[in-house]
């Protein structure tokens, strides 16, 4: 049974920083990918950073560019995300996915985290 577990989330002041982590479990499989998404109130989920387990591929919303840096522990399968210079429009659930390939089902599945607020307010 595949779980994603997130941390790392609380209140920060602008131009502060905060890592969020996040601890996959539950497979086997020797390539995956995990992200990184947020959703603000009123706003859909929104990918924030991805990454795959061999760093091949990572991705960044133009909004975190500079910002925030996602990396992967492999041996862990723990994924991590490093926000500096917080801004108040960072504000939102942050949620942690893990894409995960079955070859007995010839397709990857999706499991998501159950979310870590992040609040940046003075």
């Known amino acids: 049974q595949v779980q994603v577990v997130e941390s790392g989330g609380g209140l920060v002041q602008p131009g502060g920083s905060l890592r969020l982590s996040c601890a996959a479990s539950?497979?086997?499989?020797?390539?995956?990918?995990m992200s990184w998404y947020r959703q603000a109130p009123g706003k859909e989920r929104a990918l924030v950073a991805s990454?795959?387990?061999?760093?091949?591929?990572?991705n960044y919303a133009d909004s975190v560019k500079g910002r925030f840096t996602i990396s992967l522990d492999n041996a862990k399968k723990t994924v991590y995300l490093q926000m500096n210079n917080l801004k108040p429009e960072d504000t939102a659930v942050y949620y942690c996915?893990?894409?995960?390939?079955?070859?007995?089902?010839?397709?990857?599945?999706?499991?998501w985290g159950q979310g870590t607020q992040v609040t940046v307010s003075t």
């Open positions: 539950g497979f086997t499989s020797s390539r995956y990918a």
């Open positions: 996915n893990a894409l995960v390939p079955f070859e007995r089902l010839g397709r990857a599945l999706d499991f």
């Open positions: 990454t795959t387990n061999d760093g091949d591929s990572t």
